[in-house]
């Protein structure tokens, strides 16, 4: 197996880090410049050699991006690095920057270049479907979305057969939400602490991280009322819709392994959510919400034997249980091409997107026909969710993983990258680096 090497480190103690990173995280010029090292940064062996070097980059310098963002992007939107990296081309997994400085992605553009950046046979299915039809609508026929979703849900297990296209996770974790409250009738999610699951109203209010939950309502539910309390008796007939200021979302304890309250118990973990549906809802629950390996909450694996208790009780109480495998999901884990299956269950409902689309905006949610039925009792439509463009790239995506087998390649490079962080561990008896497991394996 190839191993991974940084030239370059910098000393802990150093207090300008962050302004540094752009010169030492896993970086090293295209061409065989030198650069000397100062006294605080350490040798270590080179990068391996690669046959790509970008054009020369002729575009506007950094600091003049930088000025262009300031005054015309959101002020909410915040960058790496003091001086922030200008990545001006990608290919496998590299990126480059305006020098033709070369850096190893172990980033993956949060986790969503899941097949190498610019791979030709992504380059070439975009290409190839613009050039024929780019969007036209779901309301027509068009081979490419049927071909796709034959192909995800033929990578599912049990009934899961149904597939709906939508642009981000967001979208599906909204999506499969809803479907959850309309197959059973019930209000009530359960979601766990330390989730993140999306920034939109249902799903920020099933996020549980107070830096990612804006102080808005996260769900009205509305309630048809008579006016009668109104004064003038000429609009007590008159009905209107009162916000019921309620998220409808319970977040459970999180099963964190290794700074939770139970330990890696995960049964202890579970009673908290059979708890939460005795003494917190009716009894009756819409459903359960979780990743199987929080993503945004750390990368840290839900303790063992957490799920399959939880789906107990969830569906005991009527409700189904969704999965988001939109950041640890589509071979990921290098175990599992779904994290759901290291925990031995089987989802309801699963939700996906991130390195579906390799970059290109596409998500995804998957479920049975008879939930997937629930759609039909009003239209339900997603302007550009499947068009061929993006569908096309993600079944070229699928196509790659299996091809080049990336999910052993994770599994690999993950265990090994594991291994050596454990030595580290054990090394420094640093906490540092107590929450590894196989999500570290670099796809490509
Ligand atoms: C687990 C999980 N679910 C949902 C989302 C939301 O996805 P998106 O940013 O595509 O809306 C994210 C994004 O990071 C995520 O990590």
């Known amino acids: 197996m190839q191993r991974f090497v940084v030239r370059r480190i910098l000393s802990e103690t150093n207090s ?6 752009n010169r030492c995280f896993f970086s090293q010029p295209a061409q065989k410049q030198e650069t000397p090292l100062s006294d605080n940064e350490v040798f270590l062996p080179k990068m391996p050699p690669f046959d790509y070097s970008p054009p020369p980059y002729t575009g506007p310098s950094a600091d003049e991006i930088l000025a262009k963002r300031k005054t015309y992007l959101s002020p909410s939107l915040f960058h790496f690095y003091n ?22 992605d172990g980033f993956g553009g949060i986790a969503t270049v899941c097949c190498g950046h610019s791979h030709p046979d992504v380059v070439d299915a ?27 849900a033929s990578k599912m297990p ?18 499969a939400i809803m479907m959850a409250r309309l197959y059973t009738g019930s209000n009530d999610i359960i979601s766990l602490r330390n989730a993140y699951h ?12 107070s830096n990612w939950k804006f102080n808005v309502v996260q769900v009205k ?99 189904l249980c969704i999965a988001d495998e939109v950041q640890a999901g589509y071979a990921r884990t290098g175990s599992h091409f779904w994290s759901f299956e290291a925990q031995g269950v089987v989802p309801d409902i699963v939700t996906m997107a991130k390195g579906i689309g390799n970059g290109i905006p596409l998500g ?10 629930v759609l039909t009792r009003r239209n339900y439509f997603n302007t550009f969710g499947g068009n061929p463009l993006c569908t096309a790239a993600g079944h070229a995506v699928l196509k790659v993983i299996e091809k080049e087998k990336l999910q052993d390649n994770a599994f690999v490079v993950g265990s ?5 962080l454990n030595a580290l561990k054990d090394k420094h008896e640093s906490k540092l680096f107590f929450a590894l497991n196989h999500i570290l394996g670099f796809p490509f």
């Open 221 to 319: 539910t509305l309630k048809l009322v008579k006016r009668e309390s109104c004064r003038r008796k000429i609009y007590q007939k008159f009905c209107m819709y009162q916000v019921n200021d309620k998220t409808g979302v319970h977040h459970a304890l999180n099963p964190d392994p290794y700074r939770g309250a139970f330990g890696s118990d995960g049964e202890k973990y579970a009673k908290d959510v059979q708890e939460l549906i005795d003494f917190g809802t009716s009894g009756h629950v819409a459903g359960f919400l979780s990743e199987a390996i929080q993503g945004v909450g750390g990368i840290v694996e839900l303790a063992p034997g957490y799920l399959p208790d939880v789906y107990k009780s969830i569906r005991k109480a009527g409700g």
């Open 198 to 209: 999306g920034n939109a109203a249902g799903t920020m209010g099933a996020t549980a991280q």
């Open 126 to 152: 975009v290409i190839n479907q613009i050039k024929c039809i780019q969007h036209s609508t779901v309301l027509y026929l068009n081979h490419v979305i049927a071909d796709f979703a034959e192909a995800l």
């Open 364 to 373: 995804a949610v998957v479920t049975t026909p008879e939930i997937a039925e």
């Open 158 to 175: 049990g009934n899961l057969k149904v597939v709906f296209f939508t642009n981000s996770g967001t979208e599906a974790n909204e999506l």
């Open 416 to 420: 090994y990258m594991k291994e050596r």
């Open 83 to 104: 001086k922030p990296l200008n990545v001006v081309d990608g290919k496998k997994q590299y990126l480059f920057d305006e020098n033709g400085r070369r850096y190893l």
């Open 16 to 21: 300008t880090n962050s302004q540094r990173c």
